[in-house]
């Protein structure tokens, strides 16, 4: 079966650093761009970061310069470093794999993990 | 930064036809893709390349995207369809931009 699976999320104080893992199975990190998105509590879905098959990455303008994505390709993991943390980083955080001809679209998802900044 | 606009919300009587608009500028040059997402649960692809559907998605999903407007079409709505949509466009800053959701209520 195909699938992602996040973990690594909880509850960290602000400045604080969290590191999120996304295990994949049926599917290689390497071989494919993958993507983490995230959602505050009520709001819509925002794009956080996507890591290319050939290695180059990209991040939203809100997290760039403190979060860092990479993969473990012998462990077949995507992570997403995040430092310096935020309330309003506060969200569920879900892994996914873009594909769809052209990697335009995100059609495979994690079941997601929660990240909680709070004092 | 490149924004997608949607409606808040879109009533539907079951049986009918809920249409679900999302709009950019100049969104017909890229592709439009779109997810449902039902409570407490992961978001789900159910058109890509504007009107291309992934297997085991029910034909009553459909979509299109021309000039600024991108739609997606449920026909014949079922209660099992009431769930926040979100459209998605690739573009180059930021690379995934999703739209501000839509919740479809099934009256």
């Known amino acids: 079966e195909v699938q992602l699976v996040e973990s690594g999320g909880g509850l960290i104080q602000p400045g604080g650093s969290l590191r999120l893992s996304c295990a994949a199975s049926?599917?290689?990190?390497?071989?494919?761009?993958m993507s983490w998105v995230r959602q505050a509590p009520g709001k819509g879905l925002e794009w956080v970061s996507v890591f290319y098959s050939g290695g180059s990455a990209y991040y939203a303008d809100s997290v760039k310069g403190r979060f860092t994505i990479s993969r473990d390709n012998s462990e077949n993991t995507l992570y997403l470093q995040m430092n310096s943390l935020r309330a309003e980083d506060t969200a569920v955080y879900y892994c996914?794999?873009?594909?769809?001809?052209?990697?335009?679209?995100?059609?495979?998802w994690g079941q997601g993990t929660q990240v909680t900044v709070s004092s | 930064s490149y924004e997608l606009t949607q409606p808040p919300s879109v009533s539907v009587s079951p049986g009918q036809t809920a249409s679900i608009t999302c709009s950019g500028d100049?969104?017909?040059?890229?592709?439009a893709s779109w997810y449902q997402q039902k409570p407490g649960q992961s978001p789900v692809l159910v058109i890509y390349q504007d009107s291309m559907r992934p297997s085991g998605i029910p034909e009553r999903f459909s979509g299109s995207n021309s000039g600024n407007t991108a739609t997606l079409t449920i026909s014949g709505t079922q209660a099992t369809d009431e769930a926040d949509y979100y459209c998605q466009a690739w573009d180059s800053s930021p690379l995934y931009v999703f739209g501000t959701g839509t919740k479809v209520t099934v009256l």
């Open positions: 100049k969104l017909g040059d890229k592709y």
């Open positions: 049926g599917l290689t990190v390497s071989g494919n761009y």
């Open positions: 996914a794999r873009a594909d769809c001809g052209g990697n335009s679209c995100l059609d495979l």
